[in-house]
């Protein structure tokens, strides 16, 4: 079993600056695809970035140049370092560990319980 537990969010004017993290209890967390998520009020929830095991990291259009993510895998923590901030990234976020495995297919999937992050000024 696998526990996430999200923190650093909070309240924010436009164009500030947040740092989220994501502690991982999860003895393999080195081989685990990690992935930030968010949801707006009344909006489906979207994947912001993800960090593959091997540190290859891809986002959605939405925040590119603006956010950026990481992982420290001798910690097991992931990171989501948000930069330029506007009242559209508000949102609760999510962050998930996901593996594959590479025979079995079976697949193991991990959520943290969200940290919200409000931008307003």
């Known amino acids: 079993q696998g526990q996430l537990v999200e923190s650093g969010g909070g309240l924010v004017q436009p164009g500030g600056s947040l740092r989220l993290s994501c502690a991982v209890s999860?003895?393999?967390?080195?081989?685990?695809?990690m992935r930030w998520y968010r949801q707006a009020p009344g909006k489906q929830r979207e994947l912001v970035a993800s960090i593959t095991a091997d540190g290859d990291s891809d986002y959605a259009d939405s925040v590119k140049g603006r956010f950026a993510i990481s992982r420290d895998n001798a910690k097991s923590t992931m990171y989501l370092q948000m930069n330029s901030l506007k009242p559209e990234d508000t949102a609760v976020y999510y962050c998930n560990a996901h593996y594959r495995h590479t025979y079995t297919g079976q697949e193991f999937d991990y959520w943290g319980q969200g940290t919200r992050v409000t931008v307003s000024s």
């Open positions: 999860i003895i393999t967390f080195d081989i685990y695809l």
